[in-house]
């Protein structure tokens, strides 16, 4: 069975400091997309980052970052200096075809002032 | 541009009725998938429609049913409402259905309480 596991239900981080956010998955498949999204209390799911499996170079969006390690089926969020703002459930998902999307449990991420 | 938009907000159902949820898609696009998410869990696939025609479901009973209109916009029914159903339900739209690395853009969702 496809599934998507976040092994963290909760993370907190100082504001302005670096937090990773760990997701691992499972699949047969060898092509596929993995995202990150972030969820605010608005409940609207905001896309953050996207990384195609057959891409080997990590994506990077400003301050925000993947650690794709393919073999080991994980896929990490790291969010740099992080603000205020970024506080949200964070989802990680994949997607082995072309609709639907499998998602994690999430990751609720508290900042400290 | 105009973004997906989700109606109503929030519904209070009773077990056993029926309930029709509806959306509209962002312009341009022609792809729209449903997502229920419970409570403190990610969401789930229920189904998604492409130029009017239902393309992929995930693990859902019959008594999900959607449609896609001509203009792309969409409505999710459930028959014979169940105190599980409670939810907020997600609408997503994209352009084109045969990339999976076209970006789903999500709809503020729709609340549903089953009582």
């Known amino acids: 069975a496809q599934t998507v596991t976040q092994s963290q239900p909760e993370m907190s981080v100082q504001e302005a400091e670096t937090v990773t956010l760990s997701c691992t998955y499972d699949?047969?498949?060898?092509?596929?997309?993995l995202f990150w999204y972030k969820q605010p209390p608005s409940r609207q799911m905001i896309l953050v980052i996207r990384?195609?499996?057959?891409k080997q170079q990590n994506a990077t969006e400003n301050r925000f970052s993947v650690n794709f390690q393919k073999a080991a089926k994980s896929f990490s969020l790291k969010i740099s200096d992080s603000q205020l703002g970024d506080a949200a459930m964070y989802f990680c998902?994949?997607?082995?075809?072309?609709?639907?999307?499998?998602w994690g449990a999430g990751t609720k991420l508290i900042i400290k002032p | 541009e105009t973004g997906v938009t989700q109606s109503p907000t929030h519904l209070i159902k009773t077990r056993g009725q029926q309930v029709t949820l509806r959306c509209s898609s962002q312009?341009?696009?022609?792809?729209v998938s449903w997502y229920q998410q419970a409570l403190g869990q990610g969401p789930q696939f229920i189904f998604q429609?492409?130029?009017?025609?239902?393309?992929g479901r995930g693990n859902f009973p019959p008594r999900f049913s959607g449609l896609q209109f001509p203009n792309y916009s969409s409505e999710l029914n459930v028959n014979a409402l169940e105190l599980d159903d409670s939810a907020l339900y997600l609408c997503?739209?994209?352009?084109?259905?045969?990339?999976?690395?076209?970006?789903?853009?999500f709809g503020p969702g729709t609340r549903l309480t089953v009582l």
């Open positions: 997503a739209s994209s352009a084109g259905s045969t990339s999976g690395r076209n970006e789903q853009f």
């Open positions: 312009s341009g696009h022609n792809t």
């Open positions: 429609y492409y130029r009017e025609e239902e393309n």
């Open positions: 699949t047969s498949e060898s092509d596929y997309y």
């Open positions: 990384q195609e499996a057959y």
């Open positions: 998902a994949y997607r082995p075809g072309h609709y639907q999307l499998i």
